[in-house]
């Protein structure tokens, strides 16, 4: 039986591990840009964030630390399951920063129940406009939710409601309310439909066929719950935490979406932006490998990889795979793939959703595409890691590129080197 003294530290860590990762840009590293700690009994939890917390944070950080300064420990020693328990009373927190009106208990725990009931053996999904004004009845009533157990679970319908869940409209979204964004945006593609017909004050709450509640303003993200573990998002913060960690500005805004869509879509990818091509020296199935304007690779008689110059490359593609390839066949149709040109130039983003669900990594620079279905050589130092895809994200990330990873159950990690000063280190920023 282990001492309660040890019992209590290792739920204080755990306690400030869990509340960190509740704020996806807060990570855990030696060295960062911007370093903040939250008091949980008699332990100081550390974690790095990459620039200056916004006012909106700042205030949620001093209400984290005014409440787990006098947590009841001893009840969270005996009961594990408080943990979630706290993390969701802050993420309501940060919920009432942004609409206070809003009863967000009650929101959470009509959604919870939606989640755990099924039409036809099919999940429940939904989506809620939150809107100013006066609804006429109670949507959350027992006896009329079998009747709207299949409504406005679309891309495409919506229940529009008042701040305490009375109807104020079924209503549909037009195609031609569906606008195409002139530059980034700061919400997953699939709820765009429902984003487009959404006034600045209204906000949004949808519960996926998955399972998963995500809450949104028109802004962006606020809020999502994933197997019960909350994550908040201070959008903007966000972003620039993605360009922090990928070094590209322009990279982090245009993937801030597609990598929100893959995961919600359990679909899991391997993301590797290359801007300097030490990635592709080290692809083994060359034929993953579809071209620009940069180098061909090819093997030689003994399997290394070796660099030849493409003929002819001034701005067009030129395909390094045999012409029997998939890749090769569809190199003409994605050629207008620029993902680090600058703020928006990432178009048709669902092709590139599709092909990140190929097996192997989407490998890419700032102009094109370079690899899809790539196969990465393990670098020496990755060590033992659980998954062929975390093995390969490492070795990425090792060999010189800065991957993306997504699970097959949507977690998300990005590895990167953590910097303050001259000093660096390696670290992962998780969410979803």
Request: one cysteine or more.
């Amino acid at each position: 039986m282990r001492n309660p003294d040890v019992l209590l530290a290792m739920t204080e860590a755990e306690i400030g591990r869990e509340i960190i990762r509740l704020v996806p840009h807060w990570y855990e590293a030696q060295y960062g840009p911007e370093q903040y700690t939250i008091p949980v009994g008699s332990h100081t939890a550390r974690f790095c964030n990459h620039c200056r917390l916004t006012p909106n944070l700042r205030t949620f950080l001093s209400r984290i630390c005014a409440r787990t300064k006098t947590l009841p420990l001893e009840h969270f020693v005996n009961l594990p399951g408080l943990i979630d328990v706290l993390l969701e009373s802050f993420a309501i927190e940060w919920l009432r920063m942004h609409s206070p009106t809003t009863d967000w208990g009650r929101f959470i725990k009509y959604l919870e129940s939606l989640a755990r009931r099924t039409h036809e053996n099919q999940p429940v999904a939904l989506n809620l406009i939150i809107r100013q004004g006066q609804g006429l009845g109670d949507i959350t009533r027992p006896r009329i939710q079998k009747f709207f157990d299949r409504l406005a679970s679309s891309a495409f319908s919506y229940l529009a409601v008042d701040s305490d869940l009375r109807l104020i409209e079924y209503g549909e979204v037009e195609w031609s309310q569906v606008k195409a964004a002139r530059s980034y945006k700061f919400h997953p593609e699939f709820l765009h439909p429902i984003h487009s017909v959404m006034d600045e004050t209204d906000l949004s709450a949808h519960l996926t066929v998955g399972g998963d509640l995500i809450i949104m303003s028109k802004a962006g993200l606020l809020a999502t719950r994933r197997n019960r573990k909350w994550k908040i998002y201070d959008v903007r913060t966000f972003k620039n935490s993605l360009a922090y960690c990928l070094g590209s500005h322009y990279v982090g805004a245009n993937l801030f979406e597609v990598v929100f869509d893959l995961s919600f879509r359990r679909q899991g990818s391997l993301l590797v932006y290359d801007p300097d091509h030490l990635v592709t020296d080290h692809i083994l199935n060359t034929e993953s490998i579809i071209g620009g304007d940069h180098l061909q690779k090819t093997q030689d008689s003994t399997g290394a990889l070796r660099r030849t110059a493409v003929a002819g490359t001034t701005g067009g593609p030129e395909t390094s795979c045999p012409p029997e390839t998939g890749q090769s066949m569809i190199v003409d149709s994605i050629t207008d793939t620029s993902i680090g040109r600058r703020a928006g130039s990432l178009r048709r983003k669902r092709r590139l959703i599709e092909m990140s669900g190929v097996d192997g990594a989407v490998v890419f620079d700032n102009d094109n595409l370079l690899a899809v279905g790539a196969l990465i050589r393990s670098h020496p130092n990755v060590g033992n890691h659980l998954g062929a895809r975390v093995t390969a994200a490492r070795s990425a990330y090792l060999w010189g590129g800065r991957p993306i990873k997504v699970s097959s159950d949507g977690d998300v990690a990005i590895y990167f080197k953590s910097r303050n000063g001259d000093n660096e280190c390696d670290a992962a920023m998780n969410f979803l």
